[in-house]
């Protein structure tokens, strides 16, 4: 964990004391709204529908229990006991009064967080894969990277009017888990030669104009990477389009002018400033790296876990879904459920959060992690802990066995609270949950990953899910747009539309027909619903999900 | 042809509480049932000009369609019904006071 120096100290204290002040001016009318917008925005207060809404940074998505427990504690004394966390690793709180966020960002920098970046045309908050520094297949811990990366960009004077907002992804293994394809910036340490460095993969994005990432280089030393990173959002702050906010990203930069030129752009800027970075950045690595050492791991016997395994069918079954392979001999990477059936995705109440700062403390080397796909990890636990912490996780209706299954559902908060959204989100997502429980089909289904977005700007990541479902206004009503073959790791591809979309009543009847059709289409049960998308094509699947479509179809033909 | 005007009522959040607000004949409400329909449209962009002054109370001042009702405007557009009643997953906001 990166412990705060005294100039990170007083730096937040600064700048919460500025939007103190701002926001006294503002309240006492010294302020107009249209002065005081970029402001509340800078440090993470945004407007919503029904409130104001607080988003809160969760560097790279990592916690220890006193942050945990302080997260809780603002959602209590401020908010409505609870906090939303989001596909960006940052937690949200929907009702904050505006006289109360000034205590609310003092009491965060009391546990070393804020709320800095987390909205403006800035470089938004680092996100790295949730299972970093525990993975089996991990080259690198990359967090210190992503560490190194936040100080730099944070309050970096050249970047804090970009042509648009610029998000950056960090992961130290060859399994993607972070979405660095989708990023503006996508960042993959790698070695070669013995020495480490990074793959660096530019113009990837969701929203209006969905592109995957294209590999800038294929390989930049350590001590080359900050620089690299100066130059390509140099070249991009000149270069990218302000006349047009839908095509401000990067990844319009990189569509339109071709990744050869952006590559000489970059070359030529590097050349420029290379000799500005003389070494202090990599000083400053060293010691993040020091703070990211990995925990003193301890040995112990594995009998209470295999006993629990073998007569325990509802651990066992939890134990299967929700556990990953660790690194260290003995331990496993837990994957705490946010998604139980029926609630809303990514919701904690500031009681579950308490319990997971609990476990994390008791049991987890004071460690939690925030995944994009809004759960929440415990990265190290020795097995023979397990069953103890699985018994506590029940208790707090936290034991929820779905990792990775039809349930885990990802979705943006919608129409209920975003004043962006077209539709709504939230209730789509409770209502495939509830269904397939009722069924009692998910983990006969298999690996299937569904992602709801209540608009075009893909918060919710439709265009990488399994099963993507966009939430529109069409004439004044809710409809819902499906795409399909969507995948979101290393083998990053967008989903392909299926055709017209289904009406809020609609929806619901039409991912089971897709999902019960999947059952029939499959070879085996081994076979996932993306390999048999992948093998089918879209044709057999939009059979099950238009009948009267398909049956016309055979009609014509006879 | 320009379309006809339909009955309106001017709308905005609260700036201390970010709460849905609704502009009445002499003040604002947070509860639309008691919003003032505005039917003329020079008079509604003139109030709507009004409002958009009375930046130390409110924040985000638009005009949203509504449908005269016995008991009050109705919203005819559903993010206006959402945001009269707060969200769906709980029973939150204005809901909750109901």
């Not at chain 1, 139980?340 to 049991?363: E, I, K, N, S, Y």
């Not at chain 1, 439709?462 to 409809?479: K, M, Y």
């Not at chain 2, 001017?10 to 009445?24: C, F, K, P, R, S």
Request: charged content about 25%.
């Amino acid at each position: 964990m990166y412990s705060y120096t005294e100039f990170d100290d007083k730096f937040l204290a600064e700048r919460n004391a500025q939007f103190r002040a701002q926001v006294e001016r503002r309240i006492d009318g010294s302020l107009t709204e249209d002065e005081f917008k970029p402001l509340r925005l800078m440090n993470g207060l945004y407007l919503q529908l029904h409130a104001y809404m607080l988003r809160v940074a969760i560097p790279y998505g990592t916690l220890n229990s006193a942050q945990m427990d302080q997260l809780a504690y603002i959602a209590e004394r401020w908010d409505k006991g609870y906090g939303h966390f989001t596909t960006r690793q940052n937690i949200q709180y929907n009702w904050p009064e505006l006289r109360d966020v000034p205590d609310m960002l003092d009491a965060l920098a009391e546990v070393k967080l804020h709320a800095i970046q987390t909205s403006g045309n800035t470089i938004r908050n680092v996100t790295a894969d949730h299972f970093a520094g525990a993975a089996a297949d991990e080259v690198a811990d990359p967090r210190p990277v992503a560490e190194l990366i936040r100080q730099w960009s944070t309050d970096h004077p050249e970047f804090q009017f970009l042509p648009r907002k610029f998000k950056v992804a960090v992961t130290g293994a060859a399994a993607d888990r972070a979405v660095i394809k989708a990023h503006d910036i996508g960042l993959r340490i790698v070695e070669r030669d013995g020495q480490q460095g990074s793959e660096v993969i530019v113009g990837g994005g969701l929203g209006r104009t969905p592109m995957i990432g294209k590999v800038l280089y294929d390989f930049v030393s350590a001590e080359d990477l900050l620089p690299t990173l100066e130059a390509i959002v140099s070249v991009y702050n000149v270069l990218g389009r302000r006349d047009n906010k839908y095509k401000a990203r990067i990844k319009i930069t990189v569509h339109e002018n071709g990744i050869e030129d952006i590559r000489a752009r970059v070359d030529a800027q590097y050349a420029l400033i290379r000799s500005q970075f003389t070494g202090v950045d990599q000083q400053m690595l060293s010691r993040i790296e020091a703070d990211f050492a990995a925990p003193e791991f301890k040995t112990a016997s594995l009998a209470a876990y295999e006993s629990a395994y073998t007569n325990d069918p509802v651990f066992r079954a939890w134990a299967d879904t929700n556990l990953a392979q660790h690194r260290a001999p003995g331990y496993a990477i837990v994957s705490i459920s946010l998604k139980a059936h029926g609630a809303t995705p990514g919701d904690a109440t500031a009681d579950q959060m308490r319990v997971m700062a609990d476990l994390a403390r008791r049991f987890g080397h004071d460690e939690l992690r925030i995944s994009h796909e809004q759960n929440v990890i415990l990265p190290h636990v020795h097995r023979s802990d397990l069953p103890e912490l699985h018994a506590a996780l029940k208790e707090a209706k936290l034991a929820t066995a779905n990792i990775g299954l039809i349930s885990d559902i990802i979705a943006c908060p919608g129409m209920d609270y975003c004043a962006l959204a077209t539709a709504r989100s939230i209730p789509i997502a409770q209502e495939i949950a509830t269904r397939f429980d009722e069924l009692k089909l998910e983990h006969d289904v298999g690996p299937l990953k569904i992602k709801i977005s209540g608009c075009i700007n893909a918060c919710g990541h439709h265009h990488v899910g399994h099963i993507g479902i966009l939430g529109l206004d069409r004439a004044g009503v809710e409809n819902y747009q499906i795409t399909l073959g969507g995948d979101g790791t290393e083998d990053a591809t967008l989903g392909t539309r299926t055709g017209p979309g289904f009406s809020a009543d609609a929806i619901v009847p039409a991912i089971e027909r897709l999902v019960l059709g999947y059952l029939n289409l499959r070879n085996d049960p081994s076979e996932t619903f993306l390999q048999t998308y992948r093998r089918l094509g879209p044709a057999p699947f939009k059979a099950v999900l238009y009948p009267e479509a398909a049956e016309k179809d055979r009609a014509d033909a006879a | 042809m320009p379309k006809p005007f339909t009955p309106k009522v001017i709308t905005a959040n609260a700036l201390l509480e970010g709460d849905v607000v609704y502009q009445t004949a002499t003040g604002w409400t947070r509860h639309l049932a008691e919003a003032e329909v505005l039917t003329d449209e020079a008079d509604a962009d003139l109030r709507l000009i009004d409002a958009l002054t009375q930046q130390d109370l409110v924040v985000g001042v638009y005009l949203a369609d509504v449908a005269p009702d016995a008991g009050g405007p109705r919203p005819t557009h559903f993010r206006e019904e959402f945001r009269a009643k707060g969200p769906s997953n709980y029973a939150h906001g204005k809901q909750e006071t109901v």
